[in-house]
């Protein structure tokens, strides 16, 4: 079932390649490139689900991500959290992170894990 997503990604390629794919699946994408920018589209818009960005300049996606489950509207959206450092998945149960994305990743692990939680 097609979805609204936030995706926060910094690298414009990597933003631009996201909306793309997800397009294709019938998917709207909100595209962020900072967490102001991030919390901005959250306060004006509804989500299904979030794809964020860890590594960010300036603020980082942990704080992207404390914005939505602290809020009463998006505390139980899907997000997926995309990251370089594999190591960041030893903090997953501190941040309430079930779903990965590390960096590389392919489109079809991109695919399979938003056609799995918005079906």
Do not use: W
């Not at 097609?2 to 994408?29: A, Y």
């Not at 490139?33 to 689900?49: K, T």
């Not at 509207?73 to 370089?84: D, E, G, N, R, W």
């Not at 594999?86 to 991109?110: D, T």
Request: glycine share 4%; proline share 6%.
């Amino acid at each position: 079932m097609p979805g609204r997503i936030l995706i926060l990604e910094d690298d414009p390629d990597q933003n631009l390649m996201m909306c793309d794919v997800l397009g294709v699946d019938g998917h709207t994408c909100l595209s962020a490139r900072s967490v102001d920018e991030a919390e901005r589209i959250l306060a004006e818009n509804a989500v299904d689900m979030a794809i964020l960005d860890m590594n960010l300049p300036g603020r980082t996606g942990l704080e992207a991500l404390a914005t939505i489950r602290q809020s009463p509207t998006l505390h139980a959206i899907p997000v997926i959290v995309v990251t370089a450092n594999p190591q960041f998945q030893n903090q997953a149960e501190e941040y309430e992170i079930e779903l990965f994305l590390v960096k590389p990743f392919s489109v079809a692990q991109l695919r399979t894990l938003v056609k799995r939680y918005l079906a």
